[in-house]
């Protein structure tokens, strides 16, 4: 049973920094790449960004800027999104997920706000 669990939300300030956590289960984590998705209050879900089984290849969604980094430690099935400078517009429920399956996890809800 593939299970994904993203933690390392909360609440922060404009300008702060968060780093999600999301550890896997129930597949073999080195042979798929990953995604980091978010959905906003009354908002589609979106696509954050994605990086390859390997970790060699990150792509990013157009409006992060530069702000977002992904990362993974396949010894540790798990996949990192560092945010920095955060803006309220940030605000979201966020998920990863994994290119090879159809499940999505629980969500961790990361609130910018003053």
């Known amino acids: 049973q593939v299970q994904l669990m993203a933690s390392g939300g909360g609440l922060v300030q404009p300008g702060g920094s968060l780093r999600l956590s999301c550890i896997t289960s129930g597949f073999t984590f080195s042979d798929s790449g990953m995604t980091w998705y978010r959905q906003a209050p009354g908002k589609e879900r979106e696509w954050v960004g994605s990086i390859s089984r390997d970790g060699t290849d990150t792509n990013y969604a157009d409006f992060l800027q530069g702000r977002f980094t992904i990362s993974r430690e396949n010894t540790k099935n798990t996949v990192y999104l560092q945010m920095n400078a955060l803006e309220p517009e940030d605000t979201a429920v966020y998920f990863c997920?994994?290119?090879?399956?159809?499940?999505w996890g629980q969500g961790t809800q990361v609130t910018v706000s003053s």
């Open positions: 997920k994994s290119w090879t399956f159809a499940s």
